[in-house]
């Protein structure tokens, strides 16, 4: 039995549907959930434990962020592989923070530059450094002339071609400990030699990374803009299909017959970025069209409309690290869930929590509110379900508990500077302040 917390006056979110709990109580027990549901179904408790009135603030399950890139810097999108292993490394031990304290707790990474992603798991799994549950993937992989074949430069990609060269690129992520295999099934409007709807593999390469992929424990992630690159990807087996702009019926058969073991994530940051940020990276706006932005972003409201009804399961997260959608901005993507996709704020949350959880840890410890799960909550001083955007705003988070461990102001308080009246009148107590850690 570790330390014990027990929060009560809770409007409590569990993240098993869109209820809300009116007078709600969570117990935790170490970095477990003994309880949570209401308060008067708890049960008594040693009166020795410590409790934590929370006034009636929301409390709900740690998000996952489902497409995340911790090493990317907040640079341009045209140079996500020119970062130094150094330099991405420094980046992610911040972003990494800035993610947990931004309200999510666990993160399925669609891709690292150089081995970051598995420097940063070790480092936040033995408690060096804040941030959220990772499950880190190695650099994207690619064959000639895919949308990440970057001419051999850079710290993005690893490139090859054919079944069998591909099976030794997988394992030589899983000699790294990769926990993901991001792959690029189809393009991007801005790449000149990989547009959104030319299949860069053969089935038989897609086939080959899976199967090697899932012997060896690990899952794929792919890029799959266009309806024949999530129709190629699922049918290969892939288990998480990022973007998927463009559905027909056929793609929505394919993922429904899918259903109990694929998920997808819609997130449009990158083309809200675009079209919202263009001139920032020196763009004109009629480049953004000319490029098919706008309607890729017509596109995927109407596709994410199909896999509503077709009650596919969907992740939040997309892309974020990059100056048009810079981290700590990740909350955004429920607000786009809400307002663009029509989704209710209870959906976009069971998105973010419930569904995002299960994608994130194949072994079900997180994502909702049981007994038995991890201990992984946010506590928010307003009320998502009436404004979703309250998410964004990290003042509003009280507080984020991961593991039962209980973080705050990770994002506000990032330059780690002492104010003078934090140490004023605190007599011996100041000198401890600036002695030296030992
Ligand atoms: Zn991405």
Known sequence: MGKQLIITGAKLFLGIDESVIEDGAVWIDGDIIKYAGPAAAMGDADPSIETIDVGGQFVMPGMSECHAHLSFTDGSPFELGSPTPESATISAVRSSRIMLGSGF????????????????????????????????????????ASNVDSGGTGGLSQITDGPWNLRQAVRQQRYLNVDIVKIFIDGEGVSN????????FHDDEVAAIVDEAHRRNMKVATHSRSAAGVKQAVRAGCDYIGHANFLDDEAIDVLSEARDRIFVGPGIAWEMGLVNHHASIGLTREWVTDRGYDEQIEASIKSVGMMLKADIRMMVGGDYGISIAPHGTYAKDLEMFVDMFGMTPGKALLCATRDGGAAADPKGRVGTLEAGKFADLVIVNGDPIADIKVLQDHSKLSAIIKGGVIYRDLVNDMTFEIKAADIAGQGAGADKVLEPAQ
């Open 105 to 144: 707790t666990s993160a399925l990474s669609f891709g690292s530059v150089h081995k970051v992603d598995i420097t940063l798991r070790e480092a936040i799994n033995a408690g060096t450094i804040p941030g959220p549950r990772l499950a880190a993937a190695g650099k994207d992989l690619g064959v000639t």
């Open 193 to 200: 030699h990989a547009p959104r709807d030319e299949l860069a």
